[in-house]
């Protein structure tokens, strides 16, 4: 980050600008919508200032700007036509260690203006550090579309019931999660239907019959899906932010696990072929005891829970141990890898089936239905199967399946380090031989892998 975002209370504080156009005009407004007191040093007024003057209390100083001019302010914006004033502003304001802005000069800088979205006393900033001030506009403009007025009366009713909360639920916590439940509820459609006094009745009710407790917590099972945090559902995002501790694999990536909880407890338990950082019993016995402790735990699976990630057997130890979850499906790597490689996984020219199959068993064999398997006129997916991948084309081949049928390996599908390498049965292994795959991969076979260099869009770095 350029800038630290920070909100910083002005009511009744002094604050000093330095010109007198519309561009400070814009400022003075902003300012004395938080209660700020303000000072404006120019030689000349323009009628929106004077028109400000007459129903605010602007002081208002036509003159020159001089560095003793500068003391005791808490806040300096200059909004001048004149570099030279702009800079002195600048100057003098950093050496008595006063913020300063300087409109439309990042440079000269030590704080930015964000666009704001004011929802009082939910207030939300965007900023791009300078670099795109329309940019930043833009995005408030979106984010005012999908935030109703009415988000500002919800905070004033948290507000107003914050004390009597705090008295009833003493686990901070317990009272996370209750107003969690609360603001995402039955009360908020209240309010935003413009019930108030109904919402705060049903409010008071709910406190009054709430007792602070060790509720055992709950697990989510959410799908990240293949790598791209944009193929991400609304209903995983929401469960990431709510967690209290984030328990993911190696195929979770970066991205998705930034968009978790900040303050979330992450708990690695990724497993690589022969080398699992925790293994699948201890990953089940671990989920229900954290839940057991009051916590909100979200299981992060690349793909999807319920195909070769090993949520049926996590959810049967919760079921055992009577701990609540939910299962949030993701999309699995097959559907997200073979899309972006622009290989549809049936056509009706091609495949009229498609089949999910793991590349190694749980006893680490590979023991297949092999003759299934090699039958025309479907897709078959391979799923952990890159380093069998020559035991997967010769079986596929003794099985009845032409050397020259078709067949790809994608890496990484769906980021920026994505790279697809297609061939046959017969000459995969040797095209992939000098190359450097990273996990994770799949594996792709039948004849729309011929329609990838027609059909592939999506360009990796």
Known sequence: MDYFPLFIKLK?????????????ARKIDLLLRAGAIITVIAKEVSPAIVSMQNTHQLFIKEKEFEKSDAKNFRLIVSA?????????????????????????????????FPAIIDRSPLIAAVSSGGASPVLARLLRVKIESIIPPAFGQLAQLAEKFRSAVKVQIKEPAQRRIFWEKILQGSIAELVFSGQHQKAEDQLAKIISNTQANNNIGE??????GPGDPDLL????????????????DRLVSPEILDLTRRDSEKIYVGKQRQNHSLPQDSINELLASLAKQGKRIVRLKGGDPFIFGRGGEEIETLLE?????????????????????????????????????????KDGTNNLNWKQLSAPNQTVVFYMGLSG?????????????????????????????????????????????????KAPTLIIVGTVVTLHNKLKWFKAK
């Open 12 to 24: 009744e504080q002094n604050c000093l600008v330095v010109g007198a156009g519309a561009i400070a």
């Open 80 to 112: 001048t036509n004149c570099s030279n004033t702009n800079q002195i502003v600048s100057k003098t304001a950093t050496e008595l260690n006063i913020p300063v802005n300087v409109v439309d000069n990042p440079d000269l800088c030590s704080f930015i």
């Open 219 to 224: 697990v989510y099972l959410v799908g990240a």
């Open 233 to 248: 559902t609304f209903r995983a995002l929401r469960l990431m932010q709510q967690a209290d501790i984030v328990v993911y």
């Open 321 to 361: 141990e009577k701990v609540p979850f939910q299962v949030v499906p993701g999309i699995t790597a097959a559907s997200g890898c073979a899309t972006y490689a622009g290989i549809p996984l049936t056509h009706r020219d091609h495949a009229q089936s498609c089949v999910f199959v793991t590349g190694h068993l």
């Open 389 to 437: 991948l020559n035991n997967i084309c010769q079986s596929l081949i003794n099985h009845g399946s032409p050397s020259h049928h078709p067949i790809a390996i994608i890496q990484q599908g769906t980021t920026t380090n994505q790279r697809v390498f297609t061939g046959t049965l017969k000459t995969l292994s040797q095209i992939i031989a000098d190359k450097e795959i």
